[in-house]
């Protein structure tokens, strides 16, 4: 897969669409996408390639969104001398899980300083080949953002829905509400109570989203990604990006 086509079928991802656009706001110094089913056996490789095992000497991560191979990937982390950091503007880089809308072979590729530069060539293209075979297709994106310094952490002040890719709502978190949408598989529930947001009831086959905990922080997100939904928590300093 070129890198055109690369990117072509990770921004058909309608959830990843609002997260690559906030990265890009964020002036994140590295992005790694991975699409593979298995990134727990490549991103610790990539990684150390990239720098990022010695050029961040305070290597914290977190989880923006729920991640079905989390353990895994932390296992691999630690090894490596990376600690968790529930706050997302805290931790040094920041990891998201995505569904693509259709089989993708295995690939990854880097934005550096907002520059794409194409990762798969000398010695990773060896890693790139050993992925695909024997040919093999995938519907899990891996992004993982990473920036030397962060933001101090802040309480959010409103959540904002997004449903299929485009904004739905945007609900202050000062206020108690209940709400429920029409997903793609059906409805969805958000509750906020006492300044936090929550998933509380989705159609959803494994429920991920309603046993994820209430976000109140700026950037704290919670995904349903069988519904392409997602609730996004902003502040007075965030930037909130929309997909139409």
């Keep these: 897969m070129d890198r055109r086509g690369f990117f072509k079928t990770i921004m058909t991802t309608s959830l990843l669409a609002p997260i690559l656009l906030a990265s890009k706001k964020a002036d994140n110094e590295l992005e790694l996408y991975l699409i593979t089913d298995k990134p727990q056996d490549y991103i610790s490789i990539l990684l150390g390639e990239m720098g990022c095992h010695t050029n961040f000497p305070e290597r914290t991560y977190t989880f923006l969104t729920s991640h079905p191979h989390s353990d895994e990937l ?10 968790y950091n529930r706050a997302p503007y805290k931790a040094h880089m920041a990891l998201s899980f995505s569904l693509l809308q259709s ?10 300083d907002g520059r794409v530069i194409d990762i798969r060539s000398n010695k990773l293209r060896a890693l790139w080949k050993k992925m695909n075979q024997p040919r093999s297709f995938s519907t899990c994106l891996t992004t993982a953002s990473l920036r ?16 299929g890719g485009s904004k739905a709502a945007v609900l202050a978190l000062d206020k108690e509400n209940l709400q429920t949408f029409r997903a793609r598989e059906g409805l969805i529930t958000v509750k906020i109570a006492s300044g936090k947001a929550w998933v509380e009831e989705s159609s959803c086959r494994n429920k991920i989203c309603v046993h994820s905990q209430p976000v109140s922080l700026s950037g704290e997100r919670i995904i349903c990604a069988p519904n392409h939904f997602m609730i996004s928590v902003i502040g007075n300093n965030t930037i909130d990006t929309m997909i139409g």
Excluded at 148 to 163: A, D, E, F
Aim: zero cysteines.
């Design 148 to 163: 030397r310094s962060r933001k101090p952490l802040q309480q959010g002040t409103s959540v904002v829905v997004y449903n």
């Design 74 to 83: 932390s296992k691999i982390l630690a090894a490596n001398g990376w600690s």
């Design 103 to 112: 089989n993708a072979g295995p690939s990854f590729t880097m934005v550096k």
